[in-house]
């Protein structure tokens, strides 16, 4: 979220927004990422498991992102038109949990939304908080074809940096030495 | 894997293969799925947490999987030419846990590997085993970038279904019919 580590609510849905999936992107994806038959050849998939050609897992979870990041760019945008400074969100370290639960097909629907479930400061980045953040999409008929648990940080608008922070805050903020500080 | 349940060995890390990543690459993946600026603006990205632009999370896990079907898709050809029938992987229905250790750049080299970890015969789908395989990838530098604990299933080659489990694969092989009984 674009909002301050502070300001984040939890256990609310925030919806995302939504995508259609058209065979022709299913296809091409699939082409690049996960060409198994059941993602590239509709006659072929007729056959398959699913009985029909679904889209690739990587697929679903990468249109969701794309979603989530326009819609915390729009956000930011609306908090700049009201004079606001939005926060800031920062890489993600990874994902606990990720479920497919239904094969999404040409022509579904897909909609996401995003519920912070847990916030709490960050031990190895200092001003940061830790959000842990539940995805979930649901196709057309309001069945839920994917959810995942996802690790993401967020900035802390009312942070006071004791000495050391402060230091090594100053180090990060250097070009050579602040990658060895910053530990990448 | 390629491998019939029954033959799939545990513990050995088995390499998938390695893909460098250009800056092409880099921001033609993110400007389709994660738009972030360090994805895509390589001036910008130098004053970014990571000081140079980075490929996207997903875009390392999407290469990684493309690669992984790569080699599976080898390995049942080889079997093929040796006279041999390749055994069956199904469909992932999740992930466990996903981290991002490292990023990666422009110009890394990023090999990855494949470990399964358990194996046990799945209740929900008869004939067929639940694998649960370690994803390894590691830049040129020897650093883990990413790992991941993959859900999979595969294929028992000394099946011998029951009466029931008979008559629910013989109606799941049905078009309308078999859909309802497979649960989709």
């Known amino acids: 979220m674009t909002y301050w580590y ?5 256990g609310s849905p925030y919806p995302l927004g939504a995508h259609t999936f058209s065979e022709e992107e299913i296809v091409a994806f699939a082409a690049e990422f996960d060409p198994q038959y059941f993602h590239i050849d509709k006659e072929a998939a007729r056959h398959s498991h699913f ?3 679904i889209a690739s897992g990587w697929h679903t979870v990468c ?3 794309r979603i989530m990041v326009d819609t915390l760019f ?3 945008d609306l908090l700049r038109a ?3 400074t939005p926060g800031v969100t920062g890489p993600s370290p990874g994902v606990n949990k990720m479920v497919f639960k239904a094969p999404v097909r040409a022509g579904d629907t897909i909609s996401y939304a995003l519920t912070v479930r847990q916030k709490r400061p960050s031990q190895s980045l200092p001003g940061w908080g830790v ?5 979930e999409a649901h196709n057309q008929h309001g069945a ?4 995942a648990e996802v690790v993401g940080f967020s900035k802390q608008r009312d942070f006071r940096p004791n000495l050391t922070q402060r230091l090594l805050i100053a180090l990060g903020g250097l070009p050579g030495l602040g990658r060895i ?3 990448r």
């Open 131 to 135: 959000l842990i953040t539940a995805i």
């Open 74 to 76: 729009t956000q930011a």
């Open 51 to 53: 009985g029909s050609l």
């Open 63 to 65: 249109v969701g992102h």
């Open 144 to 147: 839920l074809v994917y959810h």
């Open 82 to 84: 009201k004079g606001e």
């Open 6 to 10: 502070e300001d984040i609510a939890l």
């Open 181 to 183: 500080v910053r530990g």
